[in-house]
């Protein structure tokens, strides 16, 4: 499976994105999928998932109430809508790939497939 995120950018604190990751080369309608982040000298850190059937998600409580992850199974595509941006949500953002997982997994050692991140950086 190959991940191709996009949709990162320099926004201004308040603003919204919508980050998209589209997949390929495998049944994405299988894959749990999820977002995380780094910045920098930090760690990868969870911040959104959704599972592969019944629609659950799973958020950090950094972003609940903020950001929404959602899938299109016919589009291949997850996406994470993210809104009242704060200079804290700066960082590069990554989606991935569990297959089949029984819950959208907040641990990064549980995905199978990683895309190659985009960038998001929010201005003060």
């Known amino acids: 499976v190959q991940l191709q995120a996009s949709g990162g950018g320099l926004v201004q604190a308040g603003s919204s994105l919508r980050l998209s990751c589209a997949a390929s080369?495998?049944?994405?309608?299988?894959?749990?999928m999820g977002w995380f982040r780094q910045a920098p000298g930090k760690e990868r850190e969870f911040v959104a998932a959704?599972?592969?059937?019944?629609?659950?998600?799973n958020y950090a409580d950094s972003v609940k109430g903020r950001f929404t992850i959602s899938r299109d199974n016919a589009k291949n595509t997850v996406y994470l809508q993210m809104n009242s941006l704060k200079p804290e949500d700066t960082a590069v953002y990554y989606c991935a790939a569990d297959y089949r997982a029984p819950v959208p997994d907040s641990r990064p050692w549980e995905y199978d497939y990683w895309g190659q991140g985009t960038q998001v950086t929010v201005s003060s």
């Open positions: 080369g495998g049944t994405f309608s299988s894959y749990g």
């Open positions: 959704i599972a592969w059937r019944g629609g659950s998600t």
